[in-house]
T-cell receptor
Framework: QKEVEQNSGPLSVPEGAIASLNCTYS??????FFWYRQYSGKSPELIMS????GDKEDGRFTAQLNKASQYVSLLIRDSQPSDSATYLC?????????FGTGTKLQVIP | KAGVTQTPRYLIKTRGQQVTLSCSPI?????VSWYQQTPGQGLQFLFE???????NKGNFPGRFSGRQFSNSRSEMNVSTLELGDSALYLC???????????FGAGTRLSVL
């Protein structure tokens, strides 16, 4: 079992719709969770970090964390073609950060 | 505040050669991690250094090595290059291990 699991996609959504990206993790000692966006040929850039159960909103992005279910999600409202990228989920614990393999999102104009 | 700087950005080598990549972290960051990314693959963790000590190591052969200097700058070395080593090598820095990682632009290595 991979430590951080994501559906590889692609996830296709029409422009203006809500994109929902999901992630599960196996290490219960993980305390911090991150979402990164990576455009093709570029390096990952941090979108959101979340440390406690519940929702955290930043503009069009909402991160959700449920530690009991070991589940993290990212919602992108009013999806734009520029949101088309691979989204990486990561879990931070004692002395390490573990990345998922990423979900490719395609926003169709 | 300057970001993470990786040099060189592009590198072309032939099989059997060795290569050294450099990473300068964000000022004040003591943790530096290295990743390999190939087309269609996720981030493959190589190793992490904190205050000049290797704390974690991924599942890569001994041809891959690294070090960190007292100013937190880090280098990664790959000896006896193989065609399969062609990849984007990413460096990320963070204040502490397990914290938010900030990535450099990467070094794209091509092995011919």
């Amino acid at each position: 079992q991979k430590e951080v699991e994501q559906n590889s996609g692609p996830l296709s959504v029409p422009e203006g719709a809500i994109a929902s990206l999901n992630c599960t993790y196996s290490d219960r000692v993980s305390q911090s969770f991150f979402w990164y966006r990576q455009y093709s040929g570029k390096s990952p850039e941090l979108i959101m970090s979340i440390y406690s159960n519940g929702d955290k909103e930043d503009g069009r992005f909402t991160a959700q964390l449920n530690k009991a279910s070991q589940y993290v999600s990212l919602l992108i409202r009013d999806s734009q073609p520029s949101d088309s990228a691979t989204y990486l989920c990561a879990a931070g614990g004692y002395q390490k950060v573990t990345f998922g393999t990423g979900t490719k999102l395609q926003v169709i104009p | 505040k300057a970001g993470v700087t990786q040099t060189p950005r592009y590198l072309i080598k032939t099989r059997g050669q060795q290569v050294t990549l450099s990473c300068s972290p964000i000022s004040g960051h003591r943790s530096v991690s290295w990743y390999q990314q190939t087309p269609g693959q996720g981030l493959q963790f190589l190793f992490e250094y904190f205050s000049e000590t290797q704390r974690n190591k991924g599942n890569f052969p001994g041809r891959f090595s690294g070090r960190q200097f007292s100013n937190s700058r880090s280098e990664m070395n790959v000896s006896t290059l193989e065609l399969g080593d062609s990849a984007l090598y990413l460096c990320a820095s963070s204040l502490t291990s397990g914290d938010i990682q900030y990535f450099g632009a990467g070094t794209r290595l091509s092995v011919l």
